[in-house]
């Protein structure tokens, strides 16, 4: 029966053409304009780690000293190398990690490449197991080889094929900031993205982090640091000043795993004595104030989706309302003018269930064809998103999942839309249509 209403909702369509294409015009303008928001919105609010995100915490303490000190404020976005050293060290958690951002050069023995920069992250050996990154020659270097501030490098697929075609460089030297480093593993695809790992260095990015190095190797190295730093207490006479192990500067992110809900418990309660300690030792001045944050919860509080965002977003759904509203209209109009073909089919003995699934029907065919219509509308908005000058630009692509929902929203949409005027076509009665006629 639903196809034979799909053929006389074709049929329709071709009786009042002009009534139809503006049906579906407002639909797809509609669908177009939400579909390209919503896409947005999708994609810088998915969760990045989904099998993990429940189970990885970001740690905050307050190093900060009493001046400007307001009850109730927010402790330090980073962690001093100093806490975060001692941290890695006591590791309590089931893994943890430390790290930065930085640059390195390289310096290629390929003939015909010259130095050139790249993106690092200096971090810990746990990064690797924590954040699932996948490899696709090697592994990671040990904990001995943090310990040991060893030479060794992990790099990412792109540069290892810059540097070594399509050989496994496993064991092969790379310089690196005039040092030779060993390569120990090759990444696999590992771009997240937000980056929740370090808001700090921008928070979406389609470039790669192309070297990881220990970050003890790093200090020894006295690499260069990127990103956010906040500093208090004055001048420090350590030869690595603000990068230095006990300067007075929060410029790390720390990440722990916690496997279940008990041991997150007990490490607050380890972050609380620890912060206690300080203290009593006259580092922390200020009320013991820690912090454990999950990816999302990490993510909320630094409000990774820009307000911009989420006001186009509720714009765009209102913009779908307006034009269902005139769908609506135009639907009502459709129906009545088609009361005496309605009057004849309830003589005929079509019940007035009959009459709205009908009516249904072709509300939703109308959905159908204006879904079509607005797909091509929210690819060419999300084209023109990826030409505006934002860190998300490149990410704006519409997904199998938001590809599904542009057409359950359309169909789901003017199915709403038709709700009315099919009610009010059902309700027409055969006899007064049939005298009329």
Not at 97 to 125: H, K, N, W
Not at 268 to 276: C, T, V, W
Not at 367 to 388: E, N, P, T
Request: with cysteine; hydrophobic share 45%.
């Amino acid at each position: 029966m639903l196809a034979y209403y799909f053929n006389l909702a074709v049929r329709s369509f071709k009786r009042n053409k002009v009534l139809t294409a503006l049906m579906v015009l407002a639909v797809a303008l509609g669908i177009g304009a939400s579909m390209t928001t919503l896409t947005v919105f999708h994609v810088l609010s998915g969760d990045p780690i989904p099998a993990k995100s429940d189970k990885l915490f970001y740690v905050q303490l307050d190093p900060f000293p009493m001046a400007g000190y307001k009850p109730g404020s927010d402790p330090a976005d980073q962690m001093t190398r100093r806490d975060a050293e001692n941290l890695l060290r006591d590791a309590r958690g089931d893994r943890q990690a430390m790290m930065s951002a930085g640059s390195v050069a390289i310096e290629p023995d390929t003939r015909g490449l010259t130095p050139f920069l790249l993106q690092a992250r200096f971090t810990s050996s746990d990064f690797f197991p924590m954040f699932q990154v996948p490899f696709v020659h090697g592994q990671a270097w040990s904990k001995a080889e943090d310990g040991e501030r060893a030479r060794v490098a992990v790099i990412s697929t792109a540069l290892s094929e810059k540097l070594f075609g399509k050989a496994d460089p496993v064991g092969r030297t790379l310089q690196l900031s005039k040092t030779a480093f060993r390569v120990v593993g090759v990444m696999g695809d590992f771009n997240p993205n937000p980056r929740f790992y370090d808001l700090t260095n921008g928070r979406y990015s389609g470039e790669e982090e192309d070297v990881f190095i220990p970050f003890s190797t790093s200090r020894e190295l006295r690499l260069g640091q990127s990103g956010n730093m906040n500093c208090w207490g004055g001048d420090d006479k350590d030869p690595e000043g603000s990068l230095s192990l006990n300067a007075g500067c929060a410029w790390i992110q720390y990440w722990v795993e916690l496997g279940t809900a008990s041991k997150a418990d007990d490490y607050r309660r380890y972050l609380i004595n620890y912060s206690d300690q300080q203290r009593a030792a006259g580092r922390f001045q200020r009320p013991t104030n820690v912090r454990l944050s999950n990816v999302m919860t990490w993510l909320d509080f630094n409000q990774v989706v820009p307000s911009d965002v989420r006001l186009q977003a509720w714009l765009a759904l209102g913009f779908l309302g307006v034009c269902l509203l005139n769908t609506v209209g135009l639907l009502l109009a459709k129906f009545l003018r088609r009361g005496g073909e309605i009057g004849v089919r309830r003589a005929l003995g079509a019940s007035r269930a009959d009459i709205f699934t009908q009516c249904l029907v072709e509300a939703g065919t109308v959905g159908l064809a204006g879904g079509v219509l607005g797909l091509g509308l929210a690819l060419l908005g999300l084209w023109a998103v990826r030409q505006q000058p934002t860190d998300y630009a490149a990410l704006a692509h519409l997904d199998a999942p938001m590809l599904l929902g542009t057409f359950v929203l359309a169909i789901v949409s003017s199915l709403v839309a038709g709700l009315v005027p099919a009610w009010r076509a059902m309700q027409v009665t055969p006899a007064i249509q049939l005298k009329s006629q």
